[in-house]
């Protein structure tokens, strides 16, 4: 039976799932007209659209495995496992380096520095990043690689040497164990220089527009604050996600912890739905659309009544 506490974890995945799929979709739907209809769409929008549909991806995975393991714990066989768990992980991948990604541009289209190497990748910001999804592809060559040696000893046998066996399974699990986190400490990493290099950057602004009395409400301010709030609400969000994979990866939560793996799984899809919604916010075209698309709903809703 699902108790009261599991009900109310259900209702709020099934929300969140909800919430994510109608943001990111908004997103991609709104950048996906505009780019018909001017025939080019910006690297920024489409960074944005790339990662609205990886995200979608991620929410549905992630549903999969909770409906799985909640309702159907029987059938949750290590072949099942594995396939849900290949897709989480490159979902997965392409959200966090995207929206990485997403973050470094804004440093190199915002960010004000004399540094003769930042102004060459200043100028050069779309190859820039370009250079990081190429990179991050071999990152997730390498986590793929790691996670398939360690599901082929898990289902092979290896003849009557069970001791040695069992240690090799359990030093290429801990391996992907290992490889996992570095994976997901890189792009943190590199998200959070991009944040700090943006907060130098806007105190240095400010000092300037001090010392020539022009005051702090410029655009320039303005940008730097939008882009450093977007940023900070991916850090924030990104970090209560890594801590729940962590805890998901390096402990073990069987059927009978149900409701441990349920508030995991609550607080791990609030990155690729709450993010979103926020995306749209700090987004002025997206933004602008939203609020376009609420009036009309409201108009409609009125004339219905």
């Not at 768990?85 to 966090?96: E, G, K, R, T």
């Not at 793929?144 to 360690?150: E, F, Q």
């Not at 040497?161 to 240690?167: A, D, L, S, V």
């Amino acid at each position: 039976m699902i108790s009261l506490l599991q009900k109310l974890f259900s209702l709020l995945i099934v929300i969140e799932f909800v919430l994510g799929n109608v943001a990111n979709g908004f997103i991609a739907l709104v950048n996906c007209t505009d780019w018909v209809k001017r025939c080019k769409i910006s690297c920024a929008d489409g960074i944005l659209t790339a990662l609205a549909v990886s995200r979608i991806g991620l929410l549905w995975v992630i549903i999969f495995f909770w409906y799985g393991f909640l309702f159907y714990p029987a059938l949750y066989s290590l072949r099942l496992k594995t396939i849900i768990h290949i897709a989480w992980v490159i979902s997965n991948h392409f959200s966090l380096w995207l929206v990485t990604s997403l973050s470094i541009f804004y440093l190199l289209k915002i960010a004000n520095f004399s540094s003769l190497l930042f102004l060459h990748l200043k100028w050069r910001a779309e190859r820039v990043i370009l250079m990081v999804l190429w990179g991050s592809l071999f990152i997730l060559v390498c986590h793929l690689t790691v996670l398939s040696i360690d599901v082929k000893m898990r289902m092979n046998d290896y003849g009557r040497n069970i001791t040695w066996k069992t240690n090799l399974i359990e030093v290429m699990h801990l391996s992907n164990k290992t490889v996992f986190t570095l994976t997901n400490i890189i792009p943190f990493i590199m998200s959070l220089t991009a944040f700090l290099l943006l907060i130098f950057s806007l105190w240095k602004h400010l000092k300037r527009m001090q010392l020539s009395g022009k005051g702090t409400q410029d655009p320039s301010t303005k940008v730097h604050v939008r882009a450093i709030q977007t940023v900070i609400s991916f850090l924030l969000l990104f970090v209560i996600y890594f801590l729940v994979h962590i805890i998901i990866i390096w402990s073990f939560i069987t059927p009978k912890n149900t409701s441990v793996l349920m508030l995991c799984e609550v607080l791990r899809m609030l990155h690729p739905s709450v993010h979103s919604l926020i995306l749209i916010w700090g987004n002025k075209t997206l933004r602008q659309a939203f609020l376009s698309f609420l009036w009309q709903l409201t108009c409609w809703l009125k004339e219905k009544k």
